[in-house]
């Protein structure tokens, strides 16, 4: 064909490049696709040739990992003061949200949580006690997902908390998360003062037995059917848990009310009732309790934890045992609450990204076209983020349909190799804290997790499968 033929033809461009030279094309008046397209990640010398040289090994390990995971049944059977529930959880020690973080490295939001549940203890009388208590190290700080638990935002979960129990009862392992408080100025937004130390009394005096007592009465309640239903009636269990709420709710009702003192029953069922959020932290444990089963199977590239402490963005591989990856952690895009900004946002915080991982969230969030209101974006967004993480996942969970897909299962199993490979990285939408400590929660919105905790990751898996490649290469020549 002739320079000639070519432009006396209808122009249609294929773009690779920067979306903006779609948007030139088509502002003047041609045709255009953009092809979502994203080069890979950059990575260490030799980490892609032996993740390569170890594919075959890592598939095995994968599918080992997939079928524990896409297996796993979370039930919560009980309520437990954390002291006594949780372990290694000793006293004088807190647990927070993300991988390990001094005192020194804290983040506005998490030094608030810790000023607060100091108070609640008892182990200071002020805020200023407090702070001078936390940075003496008196205080023992260690991650939630060190011990089996999980926190949303600061995640601080403090001996005398209540706890759920919740427990994988095709695998046997338990997780443990505390009970949500509602939104607004609350410990784990980083608000502490007299009524955040009230409210948390009255949940340990209070909610706490007449859940605990229900409980007994009711039985485990089977959470990975409350999470499918609500799947299909437009939450995805992370920023919006309002139909696994009144789930949760119409099926605790009954044996709290046999069972409770009239009032307190009373009051328990409204608080629930009032706060939508109730079911986020039990969506999180059963998150965890069904992750930790794919925990320590060699060689394996699925994640078991995304984790922010505020400061660094972490992640651990259920192939590389305990190790945390790492990476500085991003300020989310968000709807932001009158009178505040970006600039007043902290860094993306909390354990709550637990239930990305496990495929529910911003990986679910074409479930919840409603959730966009609170967070930015449209309903088109939500199916666009939900589509793009099938290619970065090693399966798709059949018991969590998404209605809007025709009911295809959520992509679960995130496969760091496949987001080094293609670039695209874990979407999380999340509540944003105030940089300060004190302030609480001033919006809520969407991310991209970073790109350094998964190159380290991959780095980190790419170590462990070299020396077994050149202890075989070793024994295959001693054998000639």
Request: hydrophobic fraction near 45%; aromatic fraction near 6%.
């Amino acid at each position: 064909m002739s320079v000639r033929d070519l432009f006396g033809k209808e122009l249609k461009v294929v773009n690779i490049g920067l979306s903006s030279f779609t948007d030139a094309v088509e502002a003047a008046g041609a045709k255009a696709v953009q092809v979502d397209w994203r080069p890979p990640v950059a990575l260490e010398p030799g980490v892609r040739a032996a993740l390569a040289g170890g594919a075959a090994e890592v598939e095995k390990a994968n599918a080992k990992a997939m079928k524990l995971i896409l297996s796993g049944r979370p039930f919560l059977v009980g309520l437990e003061k954390a002291s006594e529930a949780v372990p290694g959880l000793k006293k004088m020690m807190l647990l927070h949200a993300g991988p390990p973080v001094t005192w020194e490295r804290m983040c506005g939001p998490m030094r608030g949580g810790v000023i607060g549940a100091a108070l609640y203890e008892g182990w200071a009388g002020t805020p200023e006690e407090a702070e001078k208590l936390a940075a003496s190290g008196a205080i023992r700080f260690e991650p939630c997902h060190e011990h089996q638990a999980v926190g949303p935002m600061a995640g601080i979960v403090s001996p005398s908390m209540p706890v759920f129990v919740v427990k994988n009862e095709e695998h046997g392992n338990l997780a443990f998360s505390t009970m949500n408080e509602g939104l607004g100025k609350v410990l784990r937004y980083g608000a502490f003062g007299p009524e955040i130390t009230e409210r948390l009394k009255w949940m340990e005096n209070t909610l706490y037995p007449v859940l605990k007592k229900a409980l007994a009465k009711l039985g485990p309640v089977d959470l990975k059917s409350l999470i499918a239903q609500a799947l299909h009636m437009g939450d995805e269990v992370h920023n919006r848990n309002r139909a696994a709420t009144s789930l949760l709710f119409r099926h605790l009702a009954p044996a709290v009310i046999r069972t409770a003192a009239p009032e307190d029953g009373a009051k328990a069922l409204e608080f629930i009732n009032g706060n939508d959020h109730f079911f986020l932290n039990l969506s999180m444990a059963a998150s965890k309790a069904t992750l930790d089963a794919a925990r320590g199977i060699d060689a394996s590239s699925v994640v078991v934890a995304m984790a922010r402490n505020g400061t660094d963005f972490g992640v651990q591989l259920a192939g590389t045992g305990g190790e945390w990856f790492t990476g500085p952690a991003p300020v989310p895009d968000a709807l932001y609450f009158p009178g505040y900004s970006k600039d007043d946002a902290n860094p993306d915080i909390g354990d709550s990204a637990i239930t990305e991982t496990n495929g529910l969230g911003g990986f679910a969030i074409a479930a919840s076209p409603a959730i966009v209101k609170f967070i930015g974006g449209s309903a088109s967004d939500a199916l666009r983020h939900t589509r793009r993480m099938y290619e970065i996942c090693a399966a798709e969970n059949n018991a969590y349909g998404i209605p809007a897909l025709d009911f295809r299962g959520t992509p679960t199993g995130i496969d760091v190799r496949k987001v080094v490979e293609k670039g695209v990285f874990p979407v999380i939408d999340t509540g944003v804290a105030h940089k300060k400590p004190g302030v609480g929660q001033v919006g809520a919105g969407i991310l991209s997790a970073p790109a350094e905790p998964f190159q380290k990751a991959a780095a980190g898996l790419a170590r462990r499968l070299t020396p077994k490649k050149a202890r075989a290469v070793k024994t295959r020549s001693e054998d000639k």
